[in-house]
């Protein structure tokens, strides 16, 4: 099984909980661009709008201003997958115009009525997130009976959906959205279900670098920076369990840590 492909994270958000404002300015995030893609990141994933917990929705003008000219950017000066990290399906198709081949919905198309048919329009790679409800409410006391079954029924049905609007099945991915509305023990329920998750054909994009949950686990890590052992954690356990990808801050930690459990089982 080949080592999971490594998508780099930049938000150009100044509320990002992992590293909110920092790549807010347009230098900034286009020298994190280069650094990233220098480390050996596979794809990179542009986000306009925070979806931690409690964040407030951004406007669409501001998230276009946030993200497409930075795409454009990176695409004078690398042929790699940039992938845009959006609900909204104006941004999406601004984001493939300026060369972007992935929309990464983190509301599955489901948040706004057109995106369906604008994901198919589009063409590009679509990656389906697990979601329960919204961003700013999903953490108050999520409830599943059966969270793998609900999620794994969330997505194929996603799928459907997103394939009856004339999206190709080659171009679905799916992602179970670590932390969207998810206890500690929900999340470990579904990293252990991932080969369920992937037993499905369609390739699985994991994001868990630098989540909440690792500090529900070490209490220490409260600082999002400090969560770097728990992220290389899940995605070494992420890469076993057969992910497609993994959606990750720290580039390079991850990519020497993939490698050295791939040498080993080798
Ligand atoms: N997690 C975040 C954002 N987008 N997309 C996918 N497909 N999967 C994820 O797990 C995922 C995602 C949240 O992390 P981050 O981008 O670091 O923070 P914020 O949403 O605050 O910008």
Known sequence: MPPPLVMGVINVTPDSFSDGGRHLAPENALAHARKLIAQGADILDIGGESTRPG???????EELARTVPLIAAIRAESAMTISIDTMKPAVARAAVAAGAGMWNDVSALRFAPDAPAVAAELGCQVVLMHMLGEPRTMQNAPVYGDVIAEVEAFLLARAEAAMAAGVARGKIWFDPGVGFGKTLEHNLALLRGLPRLASH????????????????????ARDPADRLGGSLAVALAGARAGVAAVRVHDVRETRQALAVQAAIAD
């Open 55 to 61: 964040a407030e929705p951004v406007d669409e003008a």
């Open 201 to 220: 054909g369609f390739p699985v994009l994991l994001g868990a670098s630098r989540k909440r949950f690792i500090a529900a686990i070490d209490p220490e």
